[in-house]
Each structure stands twice: as C-alpha cells, then as structure tokens.
C-alpha cells in the first residue's frame, strides 16, 4: 500500500520546450546513502538475516568498491535482506513501512538546499527528474512523503530472484542515461546535478553540468575531465567537498 502523506506541492506545468534538468538522489538531495540505510533495516529486521549477511560479507562487501562488480555486491545485501520475498509489491510495502517508520531521521538527511534548488526548477516550469542508483520506491516515497515532491523518479529496477527480491537493473554510470531516455526523458540533458564519478556519461551529457557534494579525492577528475568553471558546490553535505553554498 502506498503512503498517504501529505500533499505534494503545487508547480506550474512543465513548459512547452523546457529544459530537462536531472538531479541524482544520494548525496545530492540526500546526505547518505538511502538504499544502504534500507536495506541494513532490512537486513536487521531479524537475527537470522544478520547473520547471514555477515556470512557473505567477506565475499562480497568489497564488490561494492568497484564499479564493474558493484551491482552484484549491492545485490547479495538486497537478497539477504529481502530472501522470503519473491514480489517487487513486497518490497515496495517494505520500503513504505520504513519510510513510515523513520520519518524524521530521513527528513535530517534531506538537504535544503538541494531542495531549494529543485523547487527553483519546478516554480520555473522546467522538466525535473530523479536519476538514481537506489529502487525507484525509496526516493519516490522519500520525496513525496518526506519532502512532498511528486517529481518523477528513475531508477534501478528490482525483481524476483534467486528466492529474493534483488536489483535487476542497476541505475548507474552509463545505464542511467539508457534507464532515463528509455523512460521517455529524450530531450537533451540541460543541467546534471550529482556528487558521483560514476554518473560521468550523464554529466558529459549535460550542457551544465554540475558537481556537488563530491568526495576530496574526486575534485582534481572532475575538475579535469569537465568543461572549465564547471560549478564545483557543497550543499551542505558534511564530511563532502566543494564550495559551500549559503
């Protein structure tokens, strides 16, 4: 059952021609990252998934690290937490229940001032959309239940696996740009707003691109492979780089 929260915003229509502007989801809009907060609820719901994802921890904890293999280690932690389950509607009612449950501490991870700049958009008329790695259900129940946003969101897709519900289709690096213009966004990017080197394609896509909230070790790459005076910004996301916005 969807969340009954309350109304979303209201926006003028997206105009004829508007600009297509895309907004990540994790560090961007939210200080963290949400679909490891979920399924680490998941996963501590019961002693026995603890256990179990500790088991396969050795094994695949450090495919998170790389790009290459990172959607099968995100996908062993999404099956131990969701093993039992063999529908996406299961996990979705999964995910409505800790949003639900954990209003105000994800509400403390939302950043105002990514929010401030989404709205900005909407208010002008433009075409807004959420491109993110985690399962379309968190950000959207996030954003409309916590944030009241109604803004579309893509993202990566899951389904019955191997006795769980698992990603599928990992929303990431090059397949966000495919996800996004197979989900009907064909206008050209005009503004990308994102912390992640792995969303490169899409800031490369972008005529504005814009880096924020970045790790300190990324600069420098941004900073090299991106058009020069691409805005490199904080939007007050501690622990992050970036020129702070006030």
């Keep these: 059952m969807s969340l009954a929260g309350p109304e979303p915003r209201e926006y003028p229509p997206v105009r004829e021609g508007a600009p297509l502007v895309v907004f990540d989801f994790d560090h961007t809009l939210y200080d963290g990252d949400s679909g490891g907060h979920l399924f680490k609820w998941l996963i501590?719901?019961?002693?026995?998934?603890?256990?179990?994802?500790?088991?396969?921890?050795?094994?695949?904890?450090?495919?998170?690290?790389?790009?290459?293999?990172?959607?099968?280690?995100?996908s062993a932690f999404v099956w131990a937490g969701t093993i039992g389950f063999h529908r996406r509607r299961d996990l979705d009612a999964l995910i409505d229940r800790y949003v639900a449950l954990h209003t105000g501490v994800i509400k403390s991870h939302l950043l105002p001032i990514a929010l401030d700049v989404l709205h900005g958009h909407r208010e002008a008329g433009d075409q807004v959309v959420v491109a993110t790695g985690a399962p379309p259900e968190l950000a959207r129940a996030i954003l409309a239940f916590v944030a009241h946003e109604d803004v579309p969101v893509v993202g990566t897709q899951v389904g019955p696996r191997f006795g769980a519900v698992v990603a599928t289709r990992h929303c990431h690096n090059e397949m966000k740009m495919v996800m996004l213009r197979e989900?009907?966004?064909?206008?050209?990017?005009?503004?990308?707003?994102?912390?992640?080197?792995?969303?490169?394609?899409?800031?490369?896509?972008?005529?504005?691109?814009?880096?924020?909230?970045?790790?300190a070790d990324r600069v420098e790459m941004?900073?090299?492979?991106?058009?020069?005076?691409?805005?490199?910004?904080?939007?007050?996301?501690?622990?992050?780089?970036?020129?702070?916005v006030r």
């Design 183 to 215: 989900a009907g966004f064909t206008a050209p990017v005009a503004i990308a707003y994102t912390d992640s080197s792995a969303d490169l394609p899409l800031l490369l896509a972008a005529r504005k691109p814009v880096v924020v909230n970045p790790k």
């Design 222 to 244: 941004f900073r090299g492979v991106l058009p020069p005076g691409t805005p490199i910004l904080n939007w007050g996301c501690p622990g992050r780089a970036g020129e702070p």
């Design 44 to 74: 501590k719901r019961r002693w026995w998934r603890i256990g179990l994802a500790l088991l396969i921890a050795p094994v695949f904890a450090p495919m998170i690290a790389f790009l290459p293999t990172r959607r099968v280690g995100i």
